[in-house]
């Protein structure tokens, strides 16, 4: 059984600025984790955890070591780049050299120090690919147009080719689908990604028979389940009520499920009742299915 959980958009370093969808505490990271640390001591063992991206909120030097310093936990983490994670030219060899570990910890990974991997255990392969933003590559200024350079879809497919008896799951930044007015009560569908994107990745999970693919970005809890695949986006891990997902692979079955440390921290925390579909329906909460 590989047990993870996933978390994601902490924001470190944003101070007032940035789109929240929740009250933030991003100042309050070290407590947070201290708190998960906790969680994890009373509910695990948990193989690793995976950050969805923008761990922090602009790339440098002092912020990259500040998250290494934080995330500093009793099992692996795992990094998907984000968009707030790639705002430098030489974002990605300033994470590789600052913090490696966060793209060639255990579990065995198929290619060390790239910000492009697999993360290998006895029950899956979760495919960490962070998609592109602008015309120049692993660059985000202010251009949202998520796609996948071609290189980056070749490794993919090479490495799901080479392990076809395994499950596969996806993960990278920007989300798949939108949420639909059916969650959020919006008249529209709410970011809404291109299509051109959302075709991309589910002509590959229905090739593949990819049984999940993580995002992010939203700050919103989503699960939309479609010809046979979970697409799964998680609220903002610093943003009340501080929610993760615990994923279980094994056994011929995955299962997610949402947690929350809003009873676990010692600082005051607001919520706003009025934008409670940021945390989903039940739906998008938790499942469980059979591989």
């Known amino acids: 059984m590989t047990r ?12 007032a600025s940035g789109y929240t969808m929740q009250p933030k505490s991003d100042t309050q990271l070290p407590a947070l984790i201290t708190a998960l640390r906790s969680w994890i001591e009373a509910h695990g063992p948990v193989d690793f955890v995976l950050h969805g991206g923008d761990m922090i909120h602009e790339t440098s030097a002092a912020g990259i070591t500040a998250a290494s310093q934080h995330f500093d936990l009793s099992c692996p983490v795992h990094l998907c780049l984000g968009n707030h994670d790639l705002t430098t030219e030489d974002a990605v060899e300033q994470w590789l050299h600052t913090a490696p570990q966060f793209f060639g910890a255990a579990p065995q990974l ?22 592109q933003y602008g015309p120049t590559p692993f660059r985000w200024e202010s251009t949202q ?9 070749e ?23 939108a949420i639909e007015p059916g969650q959020s009560g919006f008249a529209e569908p709410f970011h809404q990604p291109p299509a051109e994107f959302t075709a991309t990745v589910t002509r590959l999970v229905e090739k593949y028979g990819i049984a999940c693919v993580l995002g992010a970005h939203s700050h919103i809890n989503m699960n939309k ?8 986006t998680v609220s903002s891990f ?29 600082f005051a925390a607001e919520y706003n009742w009025h934008s409670t579909f940021v ?11 059979l591989l």
Request: glycine letters at 6%; a negative charge; one cysteine or more.
């Open 145 to 153: 147009d998520p796609h996948f350079l071609a290189s980056q879809i």
């Open 155 to 177: 490794a993919l497919e090479a490495r799901i080719t080479a392990h076809p008896d395994t499950t596969h799951l996806l993960q990278t930044h920007s989300p798949v689908h």
């Open 225 to 232: 389940k479609l010809d046979g695949a979970n697409y799964i």
């Open 279 to 289: 945390q989903g329906r039940a739906c998008d909460r938790a499942f469980e299915r």
């Open 110 to 131: 198929d290619r060390a120090a790239s910000s492009d991997y697999a993360i290998t255990t006895d029950d899956c392969m979760i495919h960490v690919i962070p998609n």
């Open 4 to 15: 993870f959980l996933y978390l994601s958009d902490t924001h470190w370093g944003a101070g």
């Open 238 to 266: 610093v943003e009340t009520p501080f929610e993760f997902k615990l994923f279980e692979v094994g056994g011929g079955a995955l299962t997610m499920q949402t947690h929350n440390l809003w009873q676990h921290v010692d």
